[in-house]
């Protein structure tokens, strides 16, 4: 019988990433799957503190592996803005396209265009966090939206390395790059052993 493991998230684009990282070895599922009915706080001042409380609320209440993430973009610029906030940068409710206009807006004027993504997972189950595992990708921010890949501020950044900018790769091609790839990648060799 296939494990199962939890991946706390409502966001599509990010389920789809996650199961596509897992692979066939998991059954994944996510909060929409299970109908999970509490609002989780995420009041952490870091993207650690945040993926632990949502992590135990829910592995409290799931018989199983839980896996949190929590993940934003840090522009040198912007001293590090939108940051743990990314998901809301712009305000209730969440919404990717009035967070990239606003990243957009305050960047207009800066020549400083570097950024990088971070992503911090946690594995837990019951009342026990089993590990944290990070990742990041530097890159720089672009002056306007390119392609229609992805998810977040995915058309406005272009990692280092990468041909294209993240909203015109595939997610194959993202996952080369990708901060929440290379957190994944560290929590896959947890798993196996």
């Not at 971070?118 to 019951?126: D, F, I, K, N, P």
């Not at 002056?143 to 950044?157: Q, R």
């Amino acid at each position: 019988m296939m494990q199962k493991i939890l991946i706390a998230t409502k966001n599509p684009g990010k389920a789809r990433e996650f199961k596509h990282l897992l692979g066939a070895s998991y059954e994944v599922l996510t909060l929409l799957d299970i109908h999970f009915p509490h609002e989780i706080v995420e009041d952490g001042v870091t993207f650690e503190e945040n993926a632990k409380i949502k992590a135990l609320a829910i592995a409290r209440n799931f018989d199983g592996l839980v896996l949190a993430d929590d993940s934003g973009l840090e522009v040198t610029a912007l001293q590090g803005a939108p940051g743990v906030y990314s998901a809301r940068y712009a305000g209730e409710p969440r919404d990717d396209l009035k967070n990239s206009q606003k990243l957009l807006h305050e960047m207009r004027e800066q020549q400083e265009r570097s950024a990088r993504f971070r992503c911090t997972l946690v594995l837990a189950s019951g009342e026990e966090i089993l590990g944290v595992f990070e990742g990041d990708c530097c890159g720089r921010i672009l002056h306007e939206a390119v392609g229609d890949h992805g998810f977040g501020y995915d058309s406005l950044f272009w990692a280092d390395g990468a041909e294209e900018p993240f909203g015109r790769l595939s997610l194959d091609e993202k996952n080369k790059f990708s901060h929440r790839a290379k957190a994944m990648a560290k929590l896959s060799d947890y798993l196996r052993r």
